[in-house]
Nanobody, 121 residues
Framework: QVQLVESGGGLVQDGDSLRLSCAAS????????MGWFRQAPGKEREMVAR????????YLAGYVKGRFAVSSDNVKNTVYLQMNSLKPEDTAHYYC??????????????WGQGTQVTVSS
């Protein structure tokens, strides 16, 4: 199976930046698409970004375009979510996941434990 461990969350102020990391390991993890999701209290889990390990295909949700970027590092077996110009509405628990090229949470087979991002106004 695939193991995923997120890190990099924290409490920041409106306009600040954070970089989330997701370290991947396990059998054939490089065959999977890597997705970033977030879930705020009382809200559905939503896709933020996804990428292939090669970086030839990437996706960013419309509400984060121009502010966030997703990337992968094949040497470190780590995917990143760079978050700039953070807003209070970005506050959520952020998860990385391994699956297929899809924006649906159900299309992802493996999930990390998540990391909390809180943006104060």
């Amino acid at each position: 199976q695939v193991q995923l461990v997120e890190s990099g969350g924290g409490l920041v102020q409106d306009g600040d930046s954070l970089r989330l990391s997701c370290a991947a390991s396990g059998r054939n993890f490089s065959d999977y698409v890597m997705g970033w999701f977030r879930q705020a209290p009382g809200k559905e889990r939503e896709m933020v970004a996804r990428t292939t390990w090669s970086g030839d295909r990437t996706y960013l949700a419309g509400y984060v375009k121009g502010r966030f970027a997703v990337s992968s590092d094949n040497v470190k077996n780590t995917v990143y979510l760079q978050m700039n110009s953070l807003k209070p509405e970005d506050t959520a628990h952020y998860y990385c996941a391994a699956g297929i090229w899809s924006g649906r949470p159900s299309s992802y087979s493996y999930w990390g434990q998540g990391t909390q991002v809180t943006v104060s106004s």
